[in-house]
């Protein structure tokens, strides 16, 4: 483990695996990393899917992990009974802003609408000024190829102030993610 002082990464993330075994795989791979590294994590609470991935392998290498859960979702995601802690919001809003005002960076794995929306969000807050926090998108298996092909025509198109590259960074792997957020 690095000799840093703990911080909190916000990682956003499906409640369902999804259909390639290598998006269970990275995000396993991303929360043992993180906590080796030093990281706490805080996400949707859920247990299942890559969610429960990530909260799983963090929490077995020493990672505290607070899962924030709207009360709408606690049986439908059936919210992870094993974390750390575990906050109950009041709806969808208010659990994307506790998770992302939580971390001091944020993490997007693969998943459906509602990780598209906590991205977009937090990519709108950071053109706004509102946060400065680095944004990371772990692109398993070419996940988000195709958003990102989007963002670049954008920016092309100038309905961006700024590169995508700007506010967003973009790996592979979680090794090559967890090495960035560590260089800071």
Not at 7 to 24: H, L, M, Y
Not at 140 to 155: K, P, V
Request: proline share 3%; charged share 20%.
């Amino acid at each position: 483990m690095s000799e840093k002082i703990k911080e909190t990464v916000a990682v956003f993330c499906g409640s369902k695996a999804g259909n390639d075994p290598s998006f269970i795989e990275d995000a396993a791979v991303l929360g043992r990393l993180l906590a080796l590294n030093g990281y706490d994590i805080v996400y949707g609470g859920s247990e299942k899917g890559i969610m429960g991935a990530v909260a799983n392998n963090a929490m077995a290498n020493g990672a505290f992990v607070t899962g924030v859960i709207p009360e709408v979702l606690l049986a439908w995601e059936q919210q992870h009974t094993g974390l750390s802690e575990l906050i109950v919001s009041t709806d969808m809003h208010d659990r994307k802003k506790t998770i992302f005002q939580m971390g001091f960076a944020g993490i997007v794995l693969p998943g459906g609408f509602g990780t598209l929306d906590e991205l977009f969000e937090m990519l709108t807050w950071n053109q706004l000024s509102i946060h400065n926090k680095k944004i990371f998108i772990l692109n398993t298996n070419g996940f988000y190829d195709h958003l990102i092909a989007h963002f670049e025509m954008m920016s092309r198109k100038g309905f961006l102030y700024d590169a995508p590259s700007d506010r967003i960074s973009v790996h592979t792997n979680p090794e090559s993610l967890v090495e960035e957020l560590v260089r800071g």
